[in-house]
């Protein structure tokens, strides 16, 4: 369903009409029918790939085509054996490919779904959130700050709304809207009266009429333009690529010079030598480091949205392993975001909300105020609205006042709302003939507001310090007779003040714990707050921020500070209050400065830059706006700060998995290649033929690979300090580790080869030295796990994945060595029971030898 054109020109009742509903929305049944008909709001823009298109492009590397090459040239020979099992190899390959590809992509689309965005429309005359795709024609929806536009409308009443469309039109500016009408043609930018989807709210607030959605949308007739932006690689898979390039250029080159000595020295048949050459190549390059990245990134993601972190990207979750700083809001993630108002100031004195009778004419404006100023809701369904709103709107019902009563009585007839720079919010109502204004706030900003005596000043200011060091959050509240009924940002100035309404948002109670957790980790929690600083305080120290020899401080102190003497200040404190985005900012950049990796909180339109500037910008899934969530790499589900401390965790366990797959991954490459290394420069027979190669890649590279990426996740990474920002993967340390195992398996498996040599030939050689490298890389999976001694511990055995690749190989190897059939299919020759214990008891002794080497190192 779609409305004709020129939408802003219509007057509103033949819009109405024309989408057949009404101002107070659609009902449920209406809107669920449209939905089923038009289909959901979104926009298909680009194309999804096929599993097939997937696997093709799995034939579109220079190893595999190389492969595809030289088994077209052993098919022309005549070689009907080495064709069908590199056609084999690279089919099961492929297949392997594809389904971690199509795994790993399901599971980022589905979080994307979990961080899509939402909406607030009218249905059945109620306020509901719904998902922003189930918007249809003929909604209406109501839109606040921090709000993104989910389909195209018509504004039906608005305040101060400003959107910001630049995504549409390119303006960087946010735009004011205005529900005028509009005569004649206007270009999108100039259509005041309309929202578009794709924009944001940045001010104020509204509700529009939805006119369009999904690809009807201004944006779905540019979306159909624009294809899906790919998943951007993550710092690690650029470095691992770049090391995995040279590293096949290296490996290419030793292939090239082997295959020119075996045939212009040795005078090997050309084809046999290329064969050999391609299947080390393959065996020996480890093109499956950089998927392997994406594949445990992919695995870490699923099992931390389980826990309620929802990576929106890939980044985040490397980077959340380094993290050093976590900077968090105060409101709703380490505390509860429950807000019960536990005492009043009115009439010079502190009342116990037990105590409080609003029917005595000093309190019943304080509580007239409350209700008249808040946008908040309780009703059957529930509560909609800021939880310091919802509190108000229950002190009241606990003395009997409803505030549709009370607001129906009273009006609203204009407003300024809400915003965390101001710290203010008024609304304008008809009152005793006149009209008036009526504003809450915070104290500090509002008092500088009142007109009222430095005597009667000093006494609200002793008891908002009492209750603040309650931990206690307090509003002010105050009211002006006013001329007219609009308001400007000047008219809150001049006030009479009424009192103070003191509320309590306990710490949650995993805050102390996960405190405590990230310090013993070596990671600062910071604490970065709107509200008050004693009452920040309070609170920070209750659960552990604020400790000995750190202070709380007012964001404003930063000002007049250069950015360097603001580096030298930061460390020396824990909490920030009455912050505003720019201290936020600058916060992080001091501490990045310092070589920190930092993690900052947001949830307002304005914390969008500085989640920007932040390593990890960590949104709120429930109180978060649209636009926090757009800039943020990380979502809460839950706001839960322990949710932060859970996420590092995994990241950390995450990136200890990926080192665990590339050491192993290097090792056993770097094995193969050496034994061909030595068995050339001795004029040896060839160790391997290429079927063993093209066998060892396929069943001893991925499979464990992959398993120990899904090492199972311990706490003792939290034990550690934070990995340095700047230290890669590729340590020296890390590569002697990896050289010296490959040098030990390379050792296991020349022995192999000198004792088949010695008994029973070139042909007996070459099988026990492909067993015994088969064989030692599976054992050294278990190596890999950890870098202490694993053997005879219950470690060994914790994880069912790289047990299960141990036993396929194995079954498989079993197979290969002792099926008649398959011998000739593999290249092997029938070894003796003794032969086969030699095989067992060397590549079980590589592994033990690896084990002892690891026990020497941490002894
Ligand atoms: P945090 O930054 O930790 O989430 P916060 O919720 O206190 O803390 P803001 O929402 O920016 O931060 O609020 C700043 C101050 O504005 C509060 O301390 C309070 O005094 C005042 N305030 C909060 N909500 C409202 C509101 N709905 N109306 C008027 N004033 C408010």
């Given amino acids: 369903m779609k409305s004709e054109t020129n939408i802003w020109q219509k007057d509103r009742e033949t819009l109405f009409r024309e989408l057949e509903c009404t101002p107070d929305g659609l009902n449920q049944a209406e809107a669920k029918r449209r939905l089923e008909k038009y289909g959901p709001n979104e926009l298909q823009a680009g194309t999804k790939k096929s599993v097939l298109r997937i696997f093709l492009e799995q034939f579109a590397d220079f190893l595999v085509i190389i492969l595809i090459l030289a088994a077209a040239v052993s098919a022309m020979l005549g070689d009907v054996e080495s064709t069908a099992v590199i056609l084999a190899v690279i089919t099961l390959n492929a297949i392997l ?54 389909a195209d409308g018509r504004l039906l009443e608005c305040a101060s709304l400003k959107c910001a469309e630049s995504a549409l039109t390119g303006e960087s500016l946010p735009v004011e809207k205005d529900t005028v009408e509009i005569q004649g043609e206007a270009a999108l930018g100039d259509r005041k009266n309309m929202v578009f989807s794709g924009s944001f709210v940045t001010y104020g607030r509204a509700r529009f009429l939805v006119t369009s959605t999904g690809m009807d949308t201004e944006m779905g007739k540019i979306a ?65 480091l950089s998927s392997i990245v994406t594949i445990v990134l992919s695995f870490g993601t699923q099992k931390m949205a389980r ?44 009342i116990d909300v037990a105590d409080a009778d609003f029917h005595d004419p000093v309190q019943e404006p304080l509580l007239r ?38 607001r129906s009585r009273w009006p609203r007839l204009a407003e300024l709302p809400f915003d965390s720079d101001r710290k203010l919010m008024s609304t304008v109502h008809k009152l005793s003939g006149g009209y008036a204004m009526v504003t809450k706030g915070a104290v500090d900003v509002l008092m500088d507001r009142c007109v009222i005596s430095p005597a009667a000043r000093a006494e609200v200011e002793q008891a908002n310090r009492t209750f603040s060091e309650q931990g206690l959050r307090v509003l002010a509240f105050a009211m002006r007779p006013l001329e007219r009924p609009e308001v400007t940002l000047a008219d809150e100035n001049g006030l009479d003040f009424l009192g103070l309404i003191a509320m309590m948002d306990p710490p949650r109670p995993e805050s102390k714990a996960a405190v405590r957790e990230c310090i013993a980790a070596g990671i600062r929690p910071i604490m970065i707050t709107g509200d008050h600083k004693v009452t920040a305080a309070a609170i920070a120290k209750e659960i552990g921020i604020l400790t000995e020899g750190t202070e709380a401080v007012e964001g404003a102190v930063i000002d007049g500070m250069s950015d360097e003497q603001l580096r030298q200040f930061v460390p020396k404190v824990s909490v920030y209050a009455r912050v505003s985005p720019e201290h936020k900012i600058r916060i992080v950049k001091a501490w990045q400065d310092r070589g920190n990796l930092v993690a900052m909180t947001g949830d307002g339109v304005n914390d969008a830059p500085a989640l920007k500037q932040a390593d990890i910008g960590v949104a709120m899934g429930i109180t978060g706006t649209e636009v926090a969530k757009d800039a943020a790499g990380m979502v809460l589900a839950d706001d839960n700060f322990a949710t932060i401390v859970q996420a590092v965790k995994n990241g950390r366990n995450v990136y200890a998995n990926i080192k665990r797959s590339i050491q192993f991954l290097l090792s056993g490459n770097a094995a193969g290649i050496l034994t061909v290394l030595y068995a050339s420069l001795l004029a040896l027979p060839v160790p391997f033929a290429a079927v063993h190669l093209l066998f060892i890649n396929l069943l001893t590279d991925s499979l464990p690979a992959i398993a120990l990426g899904l090492e199972p996740h311990s706490d003792a990474v939290m034990r550690e300090k934070p990995r340095q920002r700047s230290e890669g993967i590729l340590t020296r340390p890390f590569l002697i580790s990896v050289a010296v195992d490959g040098v030990i398996i390379a050792a296991a498996t020349i022995l192999a080869f000198h004792l088949g040599l010695s008994a029973g030939g070139a042909a007996v050689g070459s099988t026990m030295a492909f067993a015994t490298l088969c064989l030692s890389r599976l054992f050294h999976g278990f190596s890999c796990k950890s870098g202490r001694p694993v053997l005879f511990t219950r470690a060994f055995w914790n994880n069912r994945f790289l047990l299960g690749a141990f036993v396929l190989g194995a079954v498989l190897l079993t197979a290969v060595l002792t099926v008649p059939v398959l011998e000739p299919l593999f290249q092997v020759a029938p070894l003796t029971m003794g032969q086969l214990g030699t095989v067992a008891g060397l590549s079980l002794g590589s592994m033990v030898l690896i084990q002892l080497r690891k026990l020497i190192r941490k002894g």
């Fill in 97 to 150: 490919g594809t389904v971690q590809t199509v795994k790993a992509a399901a599971s980022l689309d589905s979080l994307k779904q979990m961080s899509a965005p939402t909406a607030k429309v009218v249905r059945d005359g109620q306020t509901v959130q719904i998902p922003g795709r189930e918007v249809v024609v003929g909604d209406v929806v109501v839109l606040e700050a921090g709000d993104s536009v989910c």
């Fill in 224 to 288: 159909t333009l624009l294809k899906t932006t790919e998943e951007k690689k993550t710092p690690l898979q650029v470095s691992l690529d770049q090391f995995g390039r040279k590293l096949s250029i290296g490996i290419l080159a030793i292939c090239a010079v082997l295959f020119a000595v075996s045939v212009l020295l040795r005078g090997e048949n050309v084809m046999n030598a290329f064969l050999f050459a391609v299947a080390l190549a393959v065996a020996a390059i480890p093109e499956a």
């Fill in 307 to 350: 826990e309620n972190a929802i990576i929106r990207k890939l980044q985040a979750v490397e980077g959340l392993g380094s993290v050093s700083v976590i900077c968090s809001d105060k409101t709703g993630t380490l505390t509860q975001n429950k807000m019960t108002v536990k005492k009043l100031y009115a009439g010079g004195r502190i």
């Fill in 369 to 406: 105020t409350a209700l008249l100023c808040s946008d908040a809701t309780v009703n059957e369904s529930g509560e909609v609205g800021d939880p310091t709103e919802t509190a108000l709107v229950h002190l009241g019902e606990d003395h009997g006042f409803d505030e549709e009563d009370v």
